[in-house]
């Protein structure tokens, strides 16, 4: 059984940086991709930022490009989503996600974490 568990979201102030983090357990040898997917109140999930176990990046959210990066550890089983520059508008459950490709879909997903971005 894959399980996710998200690490590190809080409040912080604009301009601010966070670094989530996301421990996978019983990881099944077939979900080669882990990506970092948002929702915010009122909107629709979005996808974030994806990363191969290799280390291989392969896509970013256009509005965290320059802000945000992705990076994986496959030795421990761990994915890291730094995070800077913040604003308001990054507000959201941040969640992560595994699946066979970077393409999707995404197989198993953990609870989530909050980010809030305040003054």
């Known amino acids: 059984q894959v399980r996710l568990v998200e690490s590190g979201g809080g409040l912080v102030q604009p301009g601010g940086s966070l670094r989530l983090a996301c421990a996978v357990t019983?990881?099944?040898?077939?979900?080669?991709?882990m990506g970092w997917f948002r929702q915010a109140p009122g909107k629709e999930r979005e996808k974030v930022a994806v990363i191969r176990w290799s280390g291989l990046v392969t896509y970013y959210e256009d509005s965290v490009k320059g802000r945000f990066t992705i990076s994986s550890d496959a030795d421990k089983y761990m994915v890291y989503l730094q995070m800077s520059s913040l604003t308001p508008e990054d507000t959201a459950i941040y969640y992560c996600?595994?699946?066979?490709?970077?393409?999707?879909?995404?197989?198993?997903w953990g609870q989530g974490t909050q980010v809030t971005v305040s003054s």
């Open positions: 019983g990881r099944n040898l077939g979900m080669n991709a």
């Open positions: 996600a595994t699946g066979p490709t970077t393409r999707g879909p995404f197989d198993y």
